[in-house]
């Protein structure tokens, strides 16, 4: 399978502790972005990278989360001190970007995140 | 700011019969317009886009056509099937290729 992995699929904490999502995106995308999916609303950008330059912040994106591609090949988003608003699926999609054209995002299947 | 709104679901439809599901946009330049289909424990997936205006973007039965006169990209398709039940997600990418995406509606259809 080539496409956008993401792990872990589930994730269930406690509030107050700090948690770590991975993607892969497919091997020769440049761009990153991950989203964050509420309960019956549609993806809401958080921030993308290309290769690994982190080359745009969503307001959404507290002091909280932080996000890195060291390598331009798979990301980390980490939440610390987790609330229970942050309780949403965590998505990750990638594209081959070249140039000025707009190139289709892959999404990965979503890291759901619970916090009690 | 840039928003999509698409109408609420969950729309209900009995096999066969035709459907519509009504997305309209607001942009300060000129977006591309997209729908993504989510299927139940699965990730998105693109369905069909149109990257300007008057252009229809079709894909598996289902068409769109980029009406910037109105701000409207409304999805529809002749004859749904029981395997189109699945959320579907309007959206526009404008500026650093990022996505603004709606509420999604939920389309359910019965044999």
């Known amino acids: 399978d080539t496409g956008v992995s993401q792990d872990p699929r589930h994730k269930i904490t406690k509030r107050g502790q700090n948690v770590t999502f991975r993607c892969d995106p497919i091997?020769?995308?440049?761009?990153l972005y991950w989203y964050r999916q509420t309960l019956g609303q549609g993806p809401e950008f958080l921030t993308y990278?290309?290769?690994?330059?982190?080359?745009?912040k969503s307001r959404l994106l507290s002091d909280r989360f932080s996000a890195e591609r060291p390598k331009g090949s798979f990301s980390t988003l980490e939440i610390q001190r987790t609330e229970q608003g942050d309780s949403a699926m965590y998505l990750c999609?990638?594209?081959?970007?070249?140039?000025?054209?707009?190139?289709?995002?892959?999404f990965g299947p979503g890291t759901r995140l619970t916090v009690l | 700011g840039d928003s999509v709104t698409q109408m609420e679901g969950p729309v209900t439809l009995s096999e066969e019969a035709f459907l519509t599901i009504n997305c309209t946009y607001t942009?300060?330049?000129?977006?591309?317009l997209f729908w993504y289909v989510q299927y139940p424990g699965e990730g998105l997936q693109l369905l069909l886009k149109?990257?300007?205006?008057?252009d229809k973007g079709s894909n598996k039965g289902f068409e769109a056509t980029y009406r910037k006169e109105t701000t409207s990209f409304h999805l529809e398709k002749g004859s749904v099937q029981v395997s189109d039940s699945a959320v579907y997600f309007c959206?526009?990418?404008?500026?650093?290729?990022?996505?603004?995406f709606g509420s999604g509606t939920k389309l359910n259809v019965k044999p």
């Open positions: 999609a990638s594209s081959l970007a070249r140039g000025g054209t707009y190139n289709e995002q892959f």
């Open positions: 091997s020769e995308h440049n761009r």
């Open positions: 990278f290309q290769n690994e330059a982190q080359l745009e």
């Open positions: 942009a300060t330049g000129y977006p591309s």
């Open positions: 149109a990257t300007k205006a008057d």
């Open positions: 959206a526009l990418v404008y500026n650093f290729n990022k996505f603004y």
